[in-house]
Every structure is written in structure tokens, then in C-alpha cells.
């Protein structure tokens, strides 16, 4: 599987497990369009109401798709350019999620942070 899609996948399971929840909404980009990130989580105040008003807090997230089979490893690593790690420091930070795929990708399965 290639890493485009792999990405993909990893991005659609975690929008759609966020999206389980009523105070959240994803904003995530496909193909790197922003700088450092791979989108954003919204969280608000009040449940199904995306009104800037009611805007707790942007979070902001990197995303990577990891394809691997069980039993998957306890150790994985990715290169992270100094740019971005700045642009995280000046952003307050940012959550790094790691999904991992199997070949049954309809189930998947686990987030690492």
C-alpha cells in the first residue's frame, strides 16, 4: 500500500472517531496543504453548536499512517524537520497521533500518542 494512501486511511480513521464526540469537529487537510500540520481539532463549549463564540480551544495535529502487522511494534520513529518542531513550539505545541494499519484496514484499530 502506498504511503498516500495509507495516510489517507489513517486520517479518515481518526476524523471518524473524533467525530463521535459532540463537542468536536476536525478540520484536516489532505495532501499537506498546511505548513507543519495536517489539520486541526475544534473543541467546544457546547454540544453540536460550531459557533465561533462557543470555540474552547484549536488544537493542533500531525498525523501519521503506519502500516504494519500483528503483533505490531513497540518501537517506531519518524524524522521530524526542525521547522516544523519550531513551528510546534510556537503554536504551544501540537498532538502527534500515530495510526497504525493492518491488511483487515476496514477494522483498524489503535492510536499511540
Known amino acids: 500500500m502506498n504511503k498516500a494512501r495509507i495516510e489517507g486511511i489513517a486520517l479518515s ?3 471518524s ?12 487537510s489532505t495532501n499537506d ?6 489539520g486541526f ?3 467546544y463549549n457546547k454540544k453540536d453548536s460550531p459557533k465561533k463564540s462557543d470555540l474552547h480551544r ?10 504494519s ?3 505490531y511494534q513497540s518501537l517506531i520513529s ?9 513551528n510546534y513550539f510556537n503554536e504551544c505545541g501540537v498532538i502527534f497521533f500515530v495510526i497504525y494499519l493492518d491488511n483487515n484496514v476496514l477494522n483498524t484499530l489503535f492510536f499511540q500518542l
Open 13 to 15: 480513521k481518526l476524523q
Open 17 to 28: 472517531c473524533l467525530l463521535k464526540s459532540d463537542y468536536v469537529e476536525c478540520v484536516f
Open 33 to 38: 496543504k498546511f505548513p507543519s500540520w495536517d
Open 41 to 43: 481539532i475544534c473543541l
Open 58 to 67: 484549536r488544537i493542533p495535529v500531525q498525523i501519521k499512517g503506519h502500516f
Open 69 to 71: 502487522e500483528p503483533p
Open 78 to 86: 519518524f524524522s521530524v524537520e526542525i521547522s516544523d518542531l519550531r
